[in-house]
């Protein structure tokens, strides 16, 4: 009974995030009125501190965590691709070179390469 449910929330947030963009949002609209107004019929989540709502901000939110990651695979599917088949296809000194550096690559925690990442790229997507 859990996983099924945990598998139709997984599902209905990734048809949110998916077909978001055709619903009438406005996750940017302040209204004073509204300001940490409770769930009620018309808005599911209510409003946070500031008037907005919070459903909208959640799907806008879930959109952009799948496009992010849409482009994140689509990229390194590409790239990791390219590299692979030039490197089994040429072979000799440039397959060990890709093979060098996916060895240092995998002999750093991926936490780490991510708080690096975090610190050079700054703040925001």
Do not use: N
Request: hydrophobic share 60%; no cysteine.
């Amino acid at each position: 009974m859990v996983k099924r449910l945990s598998l139709f929330i997984l599902l209905l947030w990734a048809a949110l995030a998916i077909l978001g963009g055709l619903l009438p949002l406005a996750p940017d609209v302040i209204r004073l009125e509204k300001i940490l107004h409770g769930p009620d019929t018309a808005e599911w989540l209510g409003y946070d501190d500031l008037g907005r709502s919070l459903l909208d901000r959640l799907v806008i939110g879930a959109q952009t965590s799948f496009l992010v990651a849409l482009w994140v695979v689509t990229l390194s599917l590409v790239v990791g691709a390219t590299i692979g088949a030039l490197s089994g296809y040429v072979g000799g000194w440039i397959d060990h070179l890709v093979v060098r550096i996916i060895d240092v690559l995998l002999a750093f925690p991926g936490i780490l390469l991510a708080i690096a990442l975090a610190g050079i790229l700054g703040p925001g997507i």
